[in-house]
């Protein structure tokens, strides 16, 4: 297993951004699929974002498309999302997660957090 830590949450008015960031150890980074997920109060932990064990490859949220953007530093072992005008809506506990190739789901997860988007 990999262990994640996730970094950079906080308090930002609607339209204003933010950067998570999440640091991998234990396992070779490179082998990992990452996603992003959320979990809003009185919700389900939901999808945010995902990127490939290289990089090239992206998915994401349709309510995040076009805002948020999901990167990784296999150098820093480091998987990134920027969040770009942000709405309330997106307040939530955000976690990291690894994905080995060979896996169905994912396997490791960081603590989680938080961020809150003020109207």
């Known amino acids: 297993q990999v262990q994640l830590v996730e970094s950079g949450g906080g308090l930002v008015q609607a339209g204003g951004s933010l950067r998570l960031s999440c640091a991998a150890s234990?396992?070779?980074?490179?082998?990992?699929?990452m996603g992003w997920f959320r979990r809003a109060p009185g919700k389900e932990r939901e999808f945010v974002a995902s990127?490939?064990?290289?990089?090239?490859?992206?998915y994401y949220a349709d309510s995040v498309k076009g805002r948020f953007t999901v990167s990784k530093d296999n150098a820093k072992s480091t998987v990134y999302l920027q969040m770009n005008s942000l709405k309330p809506e997106d307040t939530a506990v955000y976690y990291c997660?690894?994905?080995?190739?060979?896996?169905?789901?994912?396997?490791?997860w960081g603590q989680g957090t938080q961020v809150t988007v003020s109207s």
């Open positions: 990127i490939m064990p290289s990089g090239g490859v992206t």
């Open positions: 997660a690894a994905r080995q190739a060979t896996s169905h789901e994912y396997g490791s």
């Open positions: 234990g396992r070779t980074f490179n082998n990992y699929r």
